[in-house]
């Protein structure tokens, strides 16, 4: 009965670095800047909820050009189907 209303906390991830030395780190992203190098992806500023919010307008983008095809298939379809009932009509037209 005690573990009925239990819930339990979320696990969290802990992780300490054996060793962390800043000034070689930054004495590499100086000679990397010097050489010219292109800085890696993981040196840049961290920007919470930017991958979210690249996904998201992704997400937009994706559905927007879906809604234009779905659209356009629309149109033609309607247009088909009006040119073969107008054929019909114009066929019954010259026969009857």
């Given at each position: 009965?005690?573990?009925?209303?239990?819930?339990?906390?979320?696990?969290?991830?802990?992780?300490?670095?054996?060793?962390?030395?800043?000034?070689?780190?930054?004495?590499?992203?100086?000679?990397?800047?010097?050489?010219?190098?292109?800085?890696?992806a993981?040196d840049?500023?961290y920007?919470?909820?930017?991958?979210?919010?690249?996904r998201?307008?992704?997400?937009?983008?994706?559905?927007?050009?879906?809604?234009?095809?779905?659209r356009?298939?629309?149109?033609?379809?309607?247009?088909?189907?009006v040119?073969?009932?107008?054929?019909?009509?114009?066929?019954?037209?010259?026969?009857?």
């Amino acid at each position: 009965m005690a573990k009925f209303f239990y819930t339990p906390k979320p696990r969290q991830f802990d992780y300490r670095p054996r060793y962390y030395d800043p000034e070689q780190e930054a004495r590499e992203r100086r000679r990397a800047e010097l050489l010219g190098e292109k800085v890696s992806a993981s040196d840049e500023e961290y920007v919470p909820g930017q991958l979210l919010r690249n996904r998201r307008l992704q997400r937009m983008i994706d559905d927007d050009r879906r809604r234009s095809m779905a659209r356009r298939k629309t149109r033609s379809s309607m247009v088909l189907i009006v040119m073969i009932v107008l054929l019909i009509a114009a066929v019954m037209w010259v026969v009857g």
